[in-house]
């Protein structure tokens, strides 16, 4: 099923072996070690009069491909664009663009020179763009923690009347500085990819990373650009570092991660089998060992800012329990359950992983604690017993047509994908391997078939591209000979149907403009040839009533005089020999 490869990467898997991840880097628990607070997040996003103009506008140089626009993209977090109302986006897809150009570009950044103390920056023009409705430090914040990818920039800005200025960093003015940068960031982040896609589970990638993340970084107050993610690539940073990486390696694993701030930290949220969760990879990495728990919403150690409260989804439950768990599974009559809450002041939730359906039991007990079973969040493809289903939104599959990005597919009662032929009504459909039905022309077996643009199967004559075919009750092109209403017909080995003159098995035949076989006499251009019944051009003596006729080897009817085996005979204008 390639066309869904990124899809199934978030998706439950119908079968799998559990591997386990925990501990492999010395975690250790609560009872050991008391984990200690970690901040230093920096924020300055203020207003100002008389918003500069840079005294220098760069020249955007070079273009990038869209391979790499789109690899970069898939960094950043949709979290909370997606709540946003039209008026925040514009703003926000105004420092988008703006600070995509300068991603992928060899150009130095534009000089603001003497503006409080900082030299460098992007501005970004909001003219046109309807502000009265949006909060504009929010949207900037959001902005700047919700893409990774521009390690550039800092967390400052500057905004006033038509504007605003994303400040760099000076290290990273230069088109070339940036581009190194983006070489060594696109490896290792590749790395830490490369270790999540081992595993087939969304939460099993996420602890992976985690405790990567633990095991390659160390937290230092004061290291450079530590409010970026280039800091964490280059192993040294504060919550920002931690938390940008995060965001970058989860949403290019295809798994749904956002950001979060307070006054002085970051940490993040994650969407895991339909339920988000917090998590603190800063508060994970501790000095003597991987210290793993997810936030509560009752228990933060740091309150997030008032404005996350308008847009961040709901977190529902949480891995909890003295902040400190040691396994994410459990296994119970032979179902595979994801711990989804084991904090021990609320109820303990498990969620099944091991293959969606609606009959699990409402408990489960695990070590002598009862878990209330959630019913798994079923979204998507899913493949059971071998067959495939499409779950929208934990309702029961889908059944019948459906369109699915685009494509169609049909499904049985029971809800399993057809693939193959399929008759609905009284057209014939195809389905391909995955599922999606067929379009124009196909090869199936040794023949060729063409569906329509709804996908019904054709049949009879059709016109395709200016040239008829003629398909049998099967479906199946025509090629050869073929007789329909008394007039035989001839199509060319790819099919289409054959006009004028045409070579056959050695012999030389004439279609006519509706493609039947001539047969009689024929004109073609001011020459005469007589096509036999049989279709045959004929070539030699031919005998009509009592009149004879020559046609030489081109079959070319003959006229005036001619010399045959020695013998001259004189044909007058009509073709008629005179002296047979």
Known sequence: ????????????????????????????????????????????????????????????????????????????????????????????????????????????????????GVENGIFVDLDGVDTSSVNLPTIILMFLNSNPQYFYLQTLARYGSGGIILYAYSDFVSGTARAAARDTIKNKVNEYVSAASKYSLPEQKEHVVFELMCKNIEYVTGAPYNQSLYSAVLGKTVCAGYMHLFTAVMNLCGITCGPVTSDDHGWNIILLHGNWYYVDVTGGDQEWGVYYYYYNTNTTAAVMKDMYYLYIPVVSYDCLEDYYYSNLYFEVGGVTYFIANADTRLTRMAVPVSEPTSFFPSSVTY?????????????????????????????????????????????????????????????????????????????????????????????????????????????????????????????????????????????WYYFDSDGSMFTGWLKSGNKWYYLQSSGVMKTGWYLSGSSWYYFDNSGVMVTGSKTISGKTYNFNSNGVCTNP
């Open 367 to 507: 070590n002598g604690k009862t878990y209330a079973v959630i019913k798994p969040v079923l979204d998507g493809w899913y493949k059971l017993d071998g067959q495939w289903y499409y779950f929208k939104n934990n309702a029961n599959p889908l059944k019948g047509w459906n369109q699915i990005n685009n494509k169609w597919y049909y499904f049985e009662a029971t809800g399993a994908m057809v693939t193959g032929w399929r008759q609905s009504g009284s057209n014939w459909y195809y389905f391909s391997g995955s599922g999606a039905m067929v379009t124009d022309w196909q090869q199936l077996g040794d023949k060729w078939y063409y569906f329509g643009s709804d996908g019904a199967m054709l049949t009879g004559w059709q016109k395709i591209s200016g040239k008829w075919y003629y398909f049998e009750a099967s479906g199946a092109m025509k090629t050869g000979w073929y007789m329909s209403g008394g007039k035989w017909y001839y199509f060319s080995g790819s099919g289409s149907m054959v006009t004028g003159w045409q070579e056959i098995g050695g012999a």
């Open 1 to 116: 099923m390639g066309i869904r490869s990124r899809l199934l990467s978030t998706l439950l898997a119908a079968v799998f072996a559990v591997t386990p991840v925990i501990g492999m880097f010395g975690t250790v628990s609560a009872d050991e070690k008391k984990a200690e607070y970690r901040g230093g997040l920096e924020v300055s996003i203020e207003e100002i009069d008389n918003l500069p103009q840079p005294t220098v506008h760069a020249e955007i140089k070079g273009t990038a491909s869209e391979a790499d626009k789109k690899y970069w993209w898939k960094m950043s977090s949709n979290v909370y664009y997606d709540r946003f109302s039209e008026a925040e986006k514009a703003v926000y897809n105004r420092l988008d663009s703006a600070a995509l150009k300068y991603l992928l570009s060899d150009s130095d950044i534009s000089d603001f020179s003497g503006v409080q």
